[in-house]
């Protein structure tokens, strides 16, 4: 089950702690750990894989196509906002200082919600006389001066100790109309997963959609580790960087996490620093595939074969798997149903497939990290058969990682080695319009889509001083546009995976 944490200031590790941990592979080459280890940064899963099992001569050239990647501008046209204006909250009856504040929490909570979707919505601040209390018609004058095309006012009066009754209105301005109006109870534990329920419910009135306000986001983090004793556990965020809980307490190494389409189940992988698989005369660590229940914490093992089982995400339907394993030698992705562990292989080639992801709506495609020209890349393929219609899309960077893809299917964003740092790209599913959308912001990696596809989330690396880093998960947009920080002093956070 999940325990939820007190979030305190916690030094930040030096570098070597990244290098010291289990190397996510079953080959032990010393001349590969060796630049494994000049590395000053922990790099994705995926790429470890490519870099520990790869010719590394082959990623010193410089990796574009003859005629080079072209990367065109990131925008989409200007759109007229959606200028919304929360009231100050209008309270009847004889409140508490609690439930006052209760109040004024849940009119913030909606308020910072929309300002997410600042391509969207323009959120005032109420000030002059739009500043005062109106507990019956909207000013619908004084609104049009101010432009004000969308105008929320909650009403609360008191109910038991920290508790309040509610009723939430919207009005649309320009048709002096009202077009939603919810009543209800609402206590202070727990506001915040109603709160973000109320705010969904304006977001589809107004636009028909859903929203991210109700999704969270998983990631591995490092958290309450040390150097002398490492390991990473799997934790779960709001999407606004708030009620930080955690998911595992394996007390080893979890990585690739990957979540269902409902957002019930979770897929990672554990590295156990005492389980060690004996190979003549060595012993090395093996990858193990679990699935972990989110609804009830039950956590159970998928596949612990020899070598990697890692990587691994949903089918659309959630009755099978894909993911890389290397019990055969070479690492390769495989399809494995989930009630008769059917295994089927889905690539087959000298070079080494890793890190699949799928297309939930329209044509089924993979997308997936090989070395086949040499050098990490990213491929297509349909995934209903082995080595159907594989294509190479990218060309940019000395080498590529983690590719996802959007909701919509249409297009996949990844992190690609430029100028000695990740950086976050994205480009339409048939490999044209690549769009660059982070630059001068650290070293960016594992890009994560919202829902709705509308944001990402990523990982970011500031790297502090020679021994020390630290690694955060940050929200953009789809064009790039930095919103700010998922997490903050909960120790080094990596491979973030957006939930429903």
């Known amino acids: ?14 570098i070597k702690w990244f290098l010291s941990l289990p190397l996510l592979t079953t080959w032990e080459d010393g001349r590969v750990k060796k630049v494994f280890r000049s590395l000053l940064q ?72 929309f300002s997410f979707y600042r391509h969207k919505f323009s959120v005032r601040k109420p000030q002059g006389s739009l500043n005062q209390i109106y ?8 609104l049009d001066k101010k432009g004000i095309t969308h105008w929320s006012r909650l009403i609360i009066s008191p109910a ?9 209105e919207l009005f649309l301005v320009e048709k002096r109309t009202l077009v939603y109006n919810e009543a209800g109870l609402i206590a202070s534990k727990g506001y915040r997963q109603e709160g973000h329920q109320l705010s969904d419910s304006l977001y589809q009135v107004i636009t028909g959609k859903n929203s991210i306000f109700n999704s969270s986001i998983l990631f591995v983090s490092d958290y309450g580790s040390t150097v002398k004793n490492p390991y990473k556990e799997l934790y779960r965020v709001d999407f606004d960087g708030k009620n930080v809980r955690r998911l595992t307490n394996h007390r080893g190494t979890v990585i690739s996490p990957a979540v269902s389409a409902d957002g019930s189940k979770v897929l990672y992988s554990l590295i156990r620093g005492h389980k060690k698989i004996q190979r003549g005369k060595r012993f090395r660590r093996n990858v193990d595939l679990y699935i972990l229940n989110l609804e009830t914490g039950i956590r159970k093992l998928i596949s612990s074969r020899p ?26 992705i495989y399809r494995l149903s989930l009630r008769g562990r059917k295994l089927s292989r889905v690539t087959r080639n000298y070079a080494h497939d890793v890190d699949p992801s799928l297309s939930r709506v329209g044509e089924e495609r993979m997308a997936f990290l090989s070395n086949r020209p040499g050098r990490a ?18 060309y ?6 983690t590719p996802r893809i959007s909701p919509d299917g249409r297009e996949i964003a990844f992190s690609s080695w430029v100028d000695g740092r990740f950086d976050i790209y994205r480009i339409n599913i048939d490999g044209t319009a690549l769009s660059r959308l982070t630059k001068d912001f650290g070293s960016n990696e594992d890009p994560s889509y919202s829902p709705d596809g509308e944001f990402l989330t990523f990982s970011s ?40």
Do not use: H
């Not at 995400?313 to 394993?325: A, Q």
């Open 1 to 14: 089950m999940s325990s939820r944490i007190k979030i305190k200031s916690t030094p930040n590790l030096p």
């Open 42 to 113: 922990p790099i994705t899963t995926s790429l470890i894989i490519l870099l520990l099992v790869s010719n590394l001569s082959a990623q010193t050239n410089t990796t574009t196509s003859s005629e080079g990647p072209t990367v065109v501008a990131v925008g989409e046209a200007e759109v007229e906002l959606a200028r919304m204006l929360f009231a100050p909250v209008v309270e009847q009856g004889k409140l508490s200082k609690a439930q006052q504040k209760l109040g004024a929490n849940l009119n913030a909570l909606f308020a910072n919600d």
């Open 135 to 142: 507990p019956s018609t909207p000013p619908y004058e004084e």
């Open 160 to 168: 038991a100790k920290d508790a309040v009754r509610y009723r939430l």
């Open 307 to 332: 070598g990697l089982n890692s990587g691994a995400v949903f089918s659309p339907d959630g009755e099978s798997i894909y993911l890389t394993m290397s019990f055969v030698g070479n690492a390769e």
């Open 377 to 394: 890349m990213i491929y297509t393929m349909d995934p209903r058969g082995t080595e159907r219609s594989v294509k190479r899309i990218s």
């Open 396 to 401: 940019v960077g000395q080498f590529n990682a």
């Open 461 to 500: 690396q500031r790297v502090l001083s020679v021994r020390k880093a630290v690694q955060n998960l940050y929200i953009m947009d789809r064009n790039g546009e930095i919103l700010g920080s998922v997490t903050k002093n909960i120790g080094n956070c990596i491979t973030p995976r957006w939930s429903n």
